[in-house]
């Protein structure tokens, strides 16, 4: 299928914008590449360091007979759920490695933080920031520099974009992202919504919620809504990262660990074969544009319009939110995975999941074709669902089921038309996310689970500087209107820019009741965007002197999606003349400390726009 001509302009203009910083990372990767293995190349006492502390056996492969040596780079707490899975896999991926001749080592764990337990507390100022500390530390792990490939272990929002970031600064390296699954599926995500709203309405008490809470977050695995952390992984699978349809396959299922075993024999052909596919030529600028359009065909996470600027500019590629607006322009919406519908992950994995979507991107010309990928077979194994083989063949022998444990078979045609639809016939003829411009600065909605009559809302401002000052006007009935609710210094400088999804069921209540209400602010509302229209990532934001900083209680907003602006309906001159409002001393103070804010001091201080990446280390 020829390629989409907004897809190629898209992907020609990001080359050209890179082509100088592209070139210097590549200058970089292979002059890395060019150099002696790591066993060989290091001094003798650094070597003897290196690999004191693993069995005599793999000592004297790596060293002595130079075999390949994996690095595992893991993001294992037995705290959250996604990454529970991950404490045994390490010693299934240095079984593997051995059976094939070659050594693995952990070489360094990352930290993992999970925003559904920090939502709407202090400690969620640290969330965004952890993503740039998680991509230190992967670089940490990979800076002893003895290592032919590596495995990624991560899952969840901040852990995989920030994994890739440091995966990149170590490009001439083979690597395979391997995922742990989702959880099987609970209370469904629209009823815990509704307990949520009865909540936020009093009509509830705690223990009822937290019941609600407790049967859809329930077991090992990922959450089942498609939000940031299942939206990784689509992009996982779009980028070609990963062992072809591993993406969605639960923890407790027997096909999991064959996967993860697959992976260690992916990075081990990559090596062996001498395949140059490292991972900084695997993610170039068609790779960058087939994660976009996988995403917005789903409706994914809106931290993405974030994380990925920052993927990019770590491989010497710089996108903005002008590409993914015009990609979203022409790439269908595909699925309705919850908050978009009323499916979760399983339901999406079971109606043809990743593969589905990705085969009709293709055969529609809304991704690249001619990239590489983790496989020699290229994007197109990523169409394909696996299975055991024995699956496939029930009467193959027990030898010939260790050969070749594992089998694809073709995605077909869409198991469960609500969940996801072929692109002659998709749920909209354009993607999930909009780029919204004006006075107000530049900002991103998320229109795919919002009312098509929800689309324009023009109201008066109400002005808040936290989101506990809009709780408690929810609280004491004072939103009971047609209402924009503006929350402000919510940015990444102002206190490292926290999800406000907290603010969802109020807003929801409100919206029940028939008021046309939205949210605007600098700080952001994660995967979990839902039905309230919520111009969010408002840049610049208003601790760096944006416009938001100028608005005042009463001020008519136009939020207008089809449109694409963000307006402040007030006269021109009046609008030079404001002074900004500062952000209140007692705020100022209260996100310097506690909970470990102040060692994110200097993050603050040095992070870029939310357009930008929201980088600290550019």
Same mark, same amino acid.
């Given at each position: 299928m020829k390629l989409h001509p907004v897809v190629a302009t898209?992907?020609?203009?990001?080359?050209?914008?890179?082509?100088a910083n592209r070139s210097a990372y590549l200058e970089r990767l292979d002059a890395a590449a060019a150099r002696d293995r790591g066993a060989d190349r290091l001094g003798c006492a650094n070597v003897a360091h290196a690999f004191a502390g693993i069995p005599a056996n793999d000592k004297l492969r790596v060293v002595a007979e130079r075999a390949p040596n994996i690095a595992i780079v893991n993001s294992f707490n037995d705290m959250l759920s996604a990454h529970a899975p991950y404490g045994r896999y390490p010693d299934l991926?240095?079984?593997?490695?051995?059976?094939?001749?070659?050594?693995?080592?952990?070489?360094?764990?990352?930290?993992?933080?999970?925003?559904?337990?920090?939502?709407?507390?202090?400690?969620?100022?640290?969330?965004?920031?952890?993503?740039?500390?998680?991509?230190?530390?992967?670089?940490?792990?990979?800076?002893?520099?003895v290592f032919d490939a590596a495995l990624l272990l991560g899952i969840c929002d901040k852990i995989v974009p920030g994994l890739l970031i440091g995966a990149l600064q170590f490009g001439h390296l083979p690597m395979v992202f391997v995922p742990g699954g989702p959880m099987p599926s609970g209370l469904s995500n629209s009823e815990k @919504?509704?307990?949520?709203?009865?909540?936020?309405?009093?009509?509830?008490?705690?223990?009822?919620?937290?019941?609600?809470?407790?049967?859809?977050?329930?077991?090992?695995?990922?959450?089942?809504?498609?939000?940031?952390?299942?939206?990784?992984?689509?992009?996982?699978?779009?980028?070609?990262?990963?062992?072809?349809? @591993?993406?969605?396959?639960?923890?407790?299922?027997?096909?999991?660990?064959?996967?993860?075993?697959? @992976?260690?024999?992916t990075a081990l052909a990559a090596v062996k074969a001498r395949r140059f596919t490292p991972i900084g030529r695997i993610v170039d600028e068609r790779c960058i544009v087939n994660a976009m359009s996988a995403l917005l065909a789903t409706g994914g996470s809106t931290n993405h319009l974030i994380h990925w600027v920052a993927v990019a500019r770590a491989a010497g590629i710089a996108i903005d939110w002008n590409d993914f607006s015009e990609l979203s322009g022409v790439v269908p919406l595909l699925s309705r995975v919850y908050p978009n519908?009323?499916?979760?992950?399983?339901?999406?994995?079971?109606?043809?999941?990743?593969?589905?979507?990705?085969?009709?991107?293709l055969d529609a010309g809304l991704m690249h074709e001619d990239v590489l990928t983790v496989r020699e077979g290229g994007l197109r194994e990523f169409t394909r669902v696996p299975c055991l083989a024995s699956a496939l063949t029930p009467a193959l022998s027990q030898r010939e089921r260790e050969q070749q444990p594992l089998s694809w078979r073709d995605v077909g045609e869409s198991g469960d038309l609500t969940v996801v639809r072929p692109a002659v016939d998709p749920f909209s003829p354009t993607g999930g996310l909009k780029l919204l411009t004006g006075n107000l600065g530049r900002s991103v909605i998320k229109v795919s689970a919002v009312p098509e009559e929800r689309h324009v809302i023009e109201a008066p401002a109400r002005i808040f500087?936290?989101?506990?000052?809009?709780?408690?006007?929810?609280?004491?009935?004072e939103l009971e209107r047609d209402v924009v609710c503006v929350v402000r210094w919510q940015g990444p400088r102002a206190n490292g820019m926290p999800e406000l999804h907290k603010l969802t069921p109020p807003l929801a209540v409100l919206q029940g009741k028939g008021f046309r209400v939205a949210l605007v602010t600098d700080g952001r509302m994660s995967g979990a965007s839902g039905k309230v229209p919520a111009a969010i990532h408002v840049s610049p934001e208003a601790a760096a002197?944006?416009?938001?900083?100028?608005?005042?209680?009463?001020?008519?907003?136009?939020?207008?999606?089809?449109?694409?602006?963000?307006?402040?309906?007030?006269?021109?001159?009046?609008?030079?003349?404001?002074?900004?409002?500062?952000?209140?001393?007692?705020?100022?103070a209260g996100n310097g400390f506690g909970i470990g804010r102040e060692l994110f001091a200097g993050m603050r201080r040095n992070a870029l726009a939310a357009e930008e990446g929201a980088c600290t280390w550019l």
């Open positions: 898209v992907t020609d203009r990001i080359r050209e914008r890179s082509a991926i240095k079984d593997e490695a051995r059976r094939h001749g070659a050594t693995a080592q952990v070489a360094g764990g990352v930290p993992a933080m999970c925003d559904g337990v920090t939502q709407g507390t202090a400690g969620m100022e640290l969330s965004l920031f952890s993503r740039d500390v998680i991509a230190m530390a992967t670089a940490v792990s990979l800076s002893h520099d @919504a509704k307990v949520r709203e009865q909540a936020a309405q009093g009509l509830v008490g705690r223990a009822e919620l937290l019941d609600a809470e407790s049967r859809a977050y329930h077991s090992p695995g990922t959450c089942t809504f498609y939000g940031t952390a299942n939206s990784n992984q689509m992009l996982m699978e779009a980028m070609g990262l990963h062992v072809p349809g @591993a993406a969605f396959v639960q923890p407790q299922d027997t096909l999991r660990d064959e996967l993860t075993r697959e @992976a260690v024999r519908g009323t499916a979760d992950v399983n339901h999406f994995q079971a109606a043809g999941g990743p593969g589905f979507v990705i085969r009709e991107l500087d936290s989101q506990d000052a809009m709780l408690a006007a929810f609280k004491a009935g002197g944006g416009p938001l900083a100028l608005l005042r209680d009463g001020d008519v907003v136009r939020l207008d999606a089809p449109a694409g602006t963000l307006q402040a309906l007030v006269p021109g001159e009046e609008w030079s003349r404001r002074a900004a409002a500062v952000m209140p001393p007692a705020q100022q």
